[in-house]
């Protein structure tokens, strides 16, 4: 018949509709998420007319193939549906009324008790142990979810331009304060810009942070070093093992190495033995003046070495009020005795490690699990795994930041380095005891007193957390 559309084969148009991912079958709760794919690909099939039951009437010449289309049609939506769900409505007739059926028992668009559930979701989304993109994508489901209980009409386009400014601010803040600590330096930056960026660039900013550290920390073997090293039968540590990959030579790791650091200037070595055997090394200032005389020339120096340790020391020797670490304590101190089980909560001042480290988990007041593979270098060159890392308040102005926690250390070792960095401190070393000084204001904040060679951290101490 002239005018008549003549309608391709079904299974043709609808073959690949069996297809949908089951993860989104309509189960009760997903109803916004399964509603907006099913929309979306009926409108892309040009087939969304079924939904709205505005399709040819019966009698229509086109109705007995727009008739077989929604039979497909109900039976794919049938598929969409966990079984439970499909059987309440497997006797309607037409996909409208199943569409309808299904609106009016799951929509929940003006329930408020779900519009409570999302904003309580939304005001405890956190980082955690989610990366920057799950934690991103986790409170975009649930701004969405709320956008679809909580339309809002405005009168004018001006208005619903602002209004979705004043919005995506007002995420970009919920965004920021989720996050998790080690990302307090970026927070700072795009909070400090003169004008707020939008939502998906400050994730952009965020992911490219932590792609930097990810990048940084990938390597299974984290280059920090601790002054705990396992002694042999004869007390001797284990320098065999190490080499150095800056001047390629053995018995010495990089961070140790005179030729990239030069040699410790105007140092008293002072050797004891531990409880256990093991050799302690303790570098002390000498208190009078060291002129070019009292140097030692062992044959292995060569002149142009002992020409840059003599001009090294007359630097050393100009007055100064505060005592660098470089000046007072250079060498490391080896230790075989286990000073962890004399008193829990000592802490080790270490002037060569360059991290804050931890056995115990007790202590931490944030924390966050490490991947299995981090690991850090002792000094004889054993590898050791690294739990997790978090912060540690010492006393009211010391906080220790980004500590590891490992398990199988020793003890409790500060890193000085690291702390003068943090918190912005001198360390003054003496005789026998040493002192942290804040910069600004020259207030004692800490003290840790020298015993069988190695400086401890002075109570008050640390309070720890009844939580493991």
Request: neutral net charge; contains cysteine.
């Amino acid at each position: 018949m002239e005018g008549e559309v003549v309608h391709p084969p079904p299974n043709n148009q609808f073959g690949d509709l069996q297809s949908i991912h089951s993860s989104y079958r309509l189960n009760g709760k997903n109803y916004l998420k399964w509603s907006q794919l099913i929309r979306t690909i009926l409108k892309g099939k040009g087939k969304i007319s079924h939904l709205t039951g505005a399709g040819p009437k019966e009698g229509d010449p086109n109705f007995k193939a727009w008739d077989e289309e929604d039979a497909l049609i109900i039976a794919w939506l049938w598929n969409s549906m966990n079984t439970e769900i499909s059987d309440t409505i497997m006797f309607l007739s037409t996909a409208k009324e199943i569409w309808d059926a299904i609106e009016q028992t799951y929509s929940k668009a003006k329930d408020a008790a779900q519009v409570y559930d999302v904003k309580v979701k939304t005001l405890a989304a956190k980082q955690g142990n989610k990366s920057v993109t799950e934690y991103a994508n986790q409170l975009k489901s649930l701004w969405m979810e709320l956008d679809h209980y909580r339309a809002i009409k405005t009168k004018c386009a001006d208005d619903a331009a602002v209004l979705k400014e004043f919005i995506e601010q007002d995420r970009v803040y919920d965004f920021l304060v989720g996050l998790n600590p080690e990302f307090d330096q970026v927070r700072i930056q795009i909070l400090g810009k003169s004008e707020l960026p939008s939502f998906n660039e400050v994730v952009a900013i965020v992911r490219s942070e932590e792609s930097r550290r990810n990048l940084m920390l990938e390597s299974p073997i984290v280059e920090s070093s601790a002054m705990v090293a396992k002694k042999e039968k004869n007390g001797q540590s284990k320098k065999s093992d190490l080499w150095c990959t800056y001047c390629n030579r053995p018995r010495h790791t990089q961070e140790k190495c005179w030729k990239l650091h030069g040699k410790p200037p105007n140092l008293e070595l002072k050797g004891g033995t531990s409880r256990k055997g093991g050799q302690v090394y303790v570098a002390e200032k000498n208190e009078e003046k060291t002129n070019s005389s009292s140097i030692l020339e062992p044959a292995s120096l060569s002149q142009e070495e002992i020409e840059r340790m003599r001009a090294f020391f007359s630097s050393l020797e100009k007055p100064s009020g505060t005592c660098s670490l470089a000046y007072s304590c250079m060498l490391p101190i080896s230790f075989g005795f286990n000073v962890s089980k004399i008193i829990p909560s000592l802490w080790v001042l270490d002037s060569g490690a360059t991290d804050h480290m931890t056995p115990s988990s007790k202590f931490f007041s944030t924390y966050f699990p490490c991947p299995s593979n981090k690991k850090i270098a002792t000094a004889d060159g054993t590898l050791i795994t690294v739990a997790g890392i978090g912060n540690i308040h010492i006393n009211p102005f010391i906080t220790l930041k980004n500590v590891l926690h490992v398990p199988k250390l020793f003890t409790n070792l500060i890193s000085v380095k690291k702390l003068t960095n943090d918190i912005s401190c001198n360390v003054v070393f003496n005789n026998n005891f040493c002192v942290f000084q804040d910069k600004e204001s020259g207030r004692t904040i800490g003290r840790a007193r020298e015993r069988n060679g190695l400086y401890l951290l002075e109570e008050p101490s640390l309070s720890i957390s009844e939580k493991n």
